[in-house]
């Protein structure tokens, strides 16, 4: 009985308080994801795994943050460059540049020029998201709403983590 005590006391608890935190943690501070396409290129790689904040105050959020959110016109979840804030006018021109609220963003991160263009408003509560690698992403220029909503924002990425050689603070 004095051993069963021990080992309870000694590893059982232990484990079962470590778990119980590590699902806190990912539930409500931080969670990876694994990069599908080459949308981010070459800021993030296919098959990257990066780390994510979660984010509870939607107006902590800047044009130039990568971040993670829930599509529900395609029924996944994305990783794309912030670029258009509530209320912003979103200029995607023929060249690939883009304007908000017409001023041209300097955006060195990006690998190649737009395929689509067009000018789009964002409404109240909801953002404008584009790919770095414009040629190849399909991002808010192609769907139906181009814009995700603040509810189905899920955070922010941070770290890209794995694979090692590519270990890395995400601008």
């Known amino acids: 009985?004095?051993?069963?005590?021990?080992?309870?006391?000694?590893?059982?608890?232990?484990i079962v308080a470590a778990l119980i935190i590590s699902l806190v943690i990912r539930k409500f501070v931080f969670f990876n994801i694994i990069v599908p396409t080459e949308s981010m290129f070459p800021t993030i790689m296919i098959g990257d795994r990066i780390s994510v904040t979660r984010i509870y105050n939607k107006d902590k959020l800047k044009r130039g943050d990568i971040v993670v959110f829930h599509s529900d016109e395609l029924k996944m979840d994305l990783v794309k460059r912030l670029i258009g804030l509530p209320g912003d006018k979103i200029e995607v021109k023929e060249d690939g540049s883009v304007y908000v609220n017409s001023d041209k963003l300097d955006e060195p991160?990006?690998?190649?020029g737009a395929v689509k263009f067009g000018d789009f408003k964002v409404p109240a509560e909801s953002f404008f998201f584009l790919g770095d690698n414009r040629q190849v992403s399909k991002d808010s220029?192609?769907?139906?709403n181009p814009y995700i909503n603040e509810r189905d924002i899920m955070g922010v990425a941070r770290i890209t983590i794995f694979p090692i050689n590519r270990f890395s603070i995400l601008k």
Not at 1 to 14: A, E, Q, R, T
Not at 109 to 112: A, E, F, H, R, T
């Open 109 to 112: 991160y990006v690998s190649s």
């Open 1 to 14: 009985m004095k051993i069963i005590k021990k080992v309870f006391s000694g590893w059982i608890i232990p």
């Open 141 to 144: 220029r192609y769907w139906d």
